[in-house]
């Protein structure tokens, strides 16, 4: 059992957007506008403590001392629903590599399939960002940052929409390094293993039903 960092972004705007991701009258259009958004947010939040290297600019009118982030983190998408949040995260953070894994919950035993990993061999003294916009019962995420953690990874921020009480205690007990910054903690799991309240099916609200 470690200690999950854990960071609700409640900003106003992040609270506004959910909102119309959790309405079931947004359109996917909509909703993935809402999650480019919200991602926005997160990032921003997420990135805040990133160590920043000095270097010398020229302005028009003189030198003067200019920041770089020093180390920017690997990206990665959790597929589908993450994907929503890739080029957003990638705008923001335009020098980092960006990784991908593809995990289908099985949605009778609850369990991540995977499909498919694209991810540097070595993630040693690499810091990532893992997105997925839904923490439910943990299982894809801890089935992601295990991949990341058998690579070397010691340091992982996971950027998502929403979460569950249970999923956050299923990272808590992975014993993985991890912070986690959330656009809400939402009550709890229904018998299907759905967020409630929620917002659906993050992958189908975005691009369709599978
Ligand atoms: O915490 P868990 O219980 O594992 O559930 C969360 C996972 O479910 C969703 O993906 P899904 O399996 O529906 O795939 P999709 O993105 O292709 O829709 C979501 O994007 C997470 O990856
Ligand atoms: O509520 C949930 C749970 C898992 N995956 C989703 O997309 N939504
Ligand atoms: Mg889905």
Redesign the pocket.
């Known amino acids: 059992m470690t200690d999950v960092q854990l960071t609700v972004v409640d900003h106003p705007i992040a609270r506004a957007r959910l909102t119309r991701m959790r309405d079931e009258r947004t359109d996917n259009a909509a909703f993935r506008a809402a999650l480019r958004d919200l991602t926005e947010l997160l990032v921003f939040e997420a990135t805040r403590e990133l160590a920043v290297e000095e270097y010398e600019i020229t302005t028009p009118v003189t030198t003067t001392t200019g920041y770089r982030l020093a180390a920017p983190p690997l990206i990665v998408p ?6 929503g949040m890739a080029d957003t995260a990638h705008s923001l953070l335009p020098e980092s590599q960006m990784g991908f894994v ?6 009778t035993t ?4 995977a499909y498919m990993a694209s991810l540097p061999e070595s993630l040693v003294d690499r810091e990532v960002f893992v997105l ?13 940052c295990t991949l990341l953690t058998e690579r070397g990874c010691t340091s992982i921020t996971v950027l998502c929409a929403l979460a ?1 009480p249970e ?1 956050i205690t ?1 990272l808590e007990q992975s014993g993985l390094p991890l912070r986690v910054f959330t656009g809400s903690i939402d009550s709890e ?1 229904n018998a299907d ?1 759905y967020i409630v309240p929620g917002l659906g ?4 609200r975005q ?1 369709g039903a ?1």
């Open positions: 959790v597929l589908r629903a993450g994907l593809g995990l289908a919950r099985n949605e609850f369990e991540p399939e997925d916009p839904m923490l439910a019962t943990g299982g894809s995420l801890v089935h992601c569950a999923g299923r799991l293993a099916d993050a992958g189908d691009f599978v």
